[in-house]
């Protein structure tokens, strides 16, 4: 591992990036095998749950090898467009009809060899998902793939990873019953591992909550003690006052996913609120609608301003600092995020000289040009832990980055 050492002297061989050079950016949410059903869901209208049927045909039909075509091709995506570090919410366990795999683990390790492979960092954030809904409704279809039975099955199985580093994910409301959520975050509590969950993604999923639990999902997680210090709420959309206060005094953390958000018509979320109230936010990726890290930046505060009709609700600076800092830490990488002494070497370089980026000003602004113009496509040059990853827009592990995506999606989604 590599860390930045101020005043060192640079090698015979040291290369100067070019552009802006950026702490390496952090994806705090992805779910690697949705990438398959880029453009292929916009037929028609539609909601969340109609395309999450269009999910679940992708899959039932991955295998530990698939998966690790797809993952590999889609976090190779993630580093060109300036990602070092993942966090994969995973839930696709098990063989079809919930069989177990010789190793039970198959499908993880899969994910972490894929992020190997890749050149990117990875925490394997593994979820309990026990139930088809919030009233206990057993698994049916391809959920059963998702399910280890009981919570204990679900800590047992996962003492077995091999990650980099394993966090706990509590799937959603929906899909965990509230004893099952207290022992996941028992289990991670013990382990000083972070703890994820899907919470308020839709106003059908409050509902419902109340309905069963007569309390929203925000206070269910805080009941149960799923909220605290190492915990992130993704989506956050659909929250009231009191949720806002429940998140920011147990010092819960938000992981907005802008591109699905809106891709999936699901809402906008209070980040400004969030934020005011010191809410640490983070950023990810979700679906893969979108690999774009600068643009889920940019659309926090572009969401705000057309919810508030109001400009200028985030800086620069914490637009960026959603992307890469809080994003490291929510991920269980807290020397990472940062360019300073002590942190990890990890470095995105943005080029300047861009039909985007041409004529950005070159003093005080440059940052805002940068966070509120450049896309994914102006990444130079990416260095995780020191080692480069990509060069010149080039990915150095997997040289043909689009045929490998082509063709792992064909396979993925092949009948």
Do not use: K
Not at 30 to 37: D, E, I, V, Y
Not at 378 to 400: E, I, K, T, Y
Request: with cysteine; hydrophobic share 40%.
């Amino acid at each position: 591992m590599a860390r930045v050492t101020p005043g060192a002297p640079p090698p015979p061989h040291a290369q100067r990036l070019p552009g802006l050079v950026l702490p390496g950016l952090a994806n705090a949410h992805s779910h690697a095998f949705h990438r398959a059903l880029r453009g292929r869901t916009h037929r028609g209208t539609g909601d969340f749950w109609s395309w999450r049927a269009q999910m679940y045909g992708v899959a039932e039909r991955l295998d530990p090898d698939r998966y690790l075509r797809l993952a590999r091709a889609c976090y190779a995506e993630m580093a060109l467009a300036g990602v070092t570090t993942v966090g994969e919410f995973h839930y696709l366990h098990h063989a079809p009809e919930g069989r177990p795999y010789d190793d039970p683990n198959a499908m993880g390790h899969a994910l972490v060899e894929a992020a190997g492979q890749a050149g990117v960092r990875l925490t394997l954030l593994d979820a309990c998902y026990l139930q088809g809904d919030v009233d206990g409704t057993g698994l049916s279809g391809v959920q059963r793939r998702f399910g280890d039975g009981t919570a204990d099955a679900w800590a047992a199985r996962v003492e077995g990873l091999r990650a980099p580093r394993v966090g706990a994910a509590v799937h959603s409301v929906r899909a965990c019953p509230p004893r099952a959520m207290s022992a996941v975050a028992a289990w991670a509590g013990g382990r000083g591992a972070p703890v994820h969950l899907h919470l308020s993604e839709q106003q059908r999923e409050n509902d419902a909550c109340r309905a069963v639990h007569g309390v929203g999902p925000t206070r269910l997680a805080h009941d149960t003690g799923v909220l605290g210090p190492r915990t992130t709420a993704v989506h956050a959309t659909h929250l009231t006052d009191e949720d806002v206060t429940l998140l920011a005094g147990s010092g819960t953390g938000v992981c907005l996913c802008p591109t699905t958000e809106r891709d999936l018509a699901d809402g906008i979320g209070p980040a400004a609120l969030l934020a005011s109230a010191g809410v640490p936010l983070s950023l990810g990726s979700d679906s893969q609608a979108v690999v774009d890290l600068l643009e889920e930046a940019r659309a926090v505060e572009m969401d705000d301003r057309l919810a508030s009709r109001v400009r200028g609700h985030h800086r620069a600076a914490d637009l960026l600092r959603a992307a890469t800092e809080h994003g490291t830490r929510a991920l269980g990488w807290p020397d990472a995020g940062r360019i300073e002494p002590g942190q990890r070497a990890d470095l995105v370089s943005v080029r300047l000289d861009t039909p985007r980026l041409a004529g950005a000003p070159l003093d005080d602004d440059l940052l805002a040009a940068v966070v509120f113009s450049a896309t994914a496509a102006d990444v130079s040059d990416v260095v995780v832990d020191g080692a480069p990853v990509v060069a010149d827009g080039r990915h150095l592990r997997l040289d043909d980055v689009a045929t490998a995506l082509d063709e792992a999606v064909r396979e993925a989604v092949a009948t």
